[in-house]
C-alpha cells in the first residue's frame, strides 16, 4: 500500500502545480481578449474570476487529496477547518460572480454594449 501511495502522491503534486499556475494565469491581462472579463479588464481567460476559483478549487482539493491519503503522515490527524474554510470562499467567489457575469453576456449576446457605446 504504501508503494502505491508513494507513486501516487507525484502526479497528485504536480495535478495540483498545473491547477494552481492555471488559476493564476485565468487573471493574466491579455489586450486581445474578446471582452473584458467580470473584473473589468481584458484577460487570458474572460471568464475570470469563476474560472480562477474553479481551478484554485480543484488545486486545494487535489492538494488535500493528496497530503491526506497519499502523502508522507497521510495517518496523521489534521483540522478541517482549513480546507474548509477556503472551499467556501471560492465558492462564495464563484456564486457571487455569476449574475454580473450572466448580465455580461446577456449584454453581449443582445448587442446592449455596443448600442450603448454607439449612441
Known amino acids: 500500500m504504501e508503494k502505491k501511495a508513494h507513486l501516487a502522491y507525484a502526479p ?3 495535478l495540483s502545480g498545473l ?3 492555471a488559476a493564476i494565469a485565468t487573471l493574466v491581462p491579455n ?3 474578446s471582452w473584458n472579463n467580470v473584473l473589468g479588464y481584458k484577460s487570458l481567460c474572460t471568464f475570470a474570476p469563476i474560472a480562477t ?3 484554485a478549487l480543484l488545486a486545494g482539493a487535489t492538494c488535500v487529496m493528496r497530503v491526506r491519503i497519499f502523502g508522507p503522515q497521510a495517518g496523521y490527524r489534521r483540522p478541517w477547518k482549513p480546507p474548509i474554510l477556503a472551499a467556501i470562499i471560492l465558492l462564495g467567489t464563484i456564486v457571487l460572480s455569476l ?3 450572466i448580465q455580461a453576456k446577456s449584454d453581449a449576446v443582445s ?3 455596443t448600442k450603448g457605446s454607439e449612441e
Do not use: E, H, N, S
Request: aromatic fraction near 6%.
Open 12 to 14: 497528485l503534486l504536480a
Open 19 to 21: 491547477l494552481a499556475a
Open 31 to 33: 489586450a486581445q481578449a
Open 53 to 55: 476559483a474553479i481551478c
Open 99 to 101: 449574475p454580473p457575469y
Open 111 to 113: 448587442g446592449a454594449t
